[in-house]
Nanobody
Framework: VQLQASGGGLVQPGGSLRLSCTAS????????MAWTRQAPGKERESVAR???????SYADSVKGRFTLSADKAENMLYLQMNNLKPEDTGVYYC???????????WGQGTLVTVSS
């Protein structure tokens, strides 16, 4: 599956952004989708994940601030990010895996910068 992430940008602390991820495959053919991020000089970390279209999980650092949603008709996954903090800065990647995939596929990433 091919993925295209967008929606990143520069935002002040306390602001909001919505990231979008377009999948080349219908959601009915995808088992799970996820967002990960990589901050400068740090390892990549999981942010949020949805499995079987219904079960969601979030990193403790973003719980209560980030929310996953989807438009199944358009094969779009969204990550609404509210009350952003400087530590949310990083490149955000969208990933997906289907029942016949040997591994996760990841898009090219979109940069989020939280700074005043």
């Amino acid at each position: 599956v091919q993925l295209q992430a967008s929606g990143g940008g520069l935002v002040q602390p306390g602001g909001s952004l919505r990231l979008s991820c377009t999948a080349s495959r219908r959601f009915s053919s995808i088992n799970a989708m996820a967002w990960t991020r990589q901050a400068p000089g740090k390892e990549r970390e999981s942010v949020a994940r949805v499995t079987d279209g219904t079960r969601t999980s979030y990193a403790d650092s973003v719980k209560g601030r980030f929310t996953l949603s989807a438009d199944k008709a358009e094969n779009m996954l969204y990550l609404q990010m509210n009350n952003l903090k400087p530590e949310d800065t990083g490149v955000y990647y969208c990933g997906a895996v289907g029942p016949d995939d040997a591994a996760w596929s990841w898009g090219q990433g979109t940069l989020v910068t939280v700074s005043s």
